[in-house]
């Protein structure tokens, strides 16, 4: 299996203020994570599907 799936999904940050910048921030770090753990996701699911 390939390390990098291997890996948990990182945990996200708690949104610690409201202002502009740091919710913008908050949000770019969020996203990147997300997707992130949506590709681990989605690579299992299709090696699951090729040892079908």
């Known amino acids: 299996m390939p390390a ?3 890996k948990p999904c990182q ?3 708690k949104l610690e203020d409201g202002t ?3 919710i913008t921030l908050w ?3 969020t996203v990147a994570k997300g ?3 949506t590709a681990k996701v989605d ?3 299709e090696i ?3 040892l079908r």
């Open 48 to 50: 699951g599907k090729a």
């Open 35 to 37: 997707n992130e753990c």
């Open 20 to 22: 502009g910048k740091v």
């Open 43 to 45: 690579a299992w699911i």
């Open 11 to 13: 945990s996200f940050n």
């Open 4 to 6: 990098n799936l291997m």
């Open 27 to 29: 949000a770019v770090d």
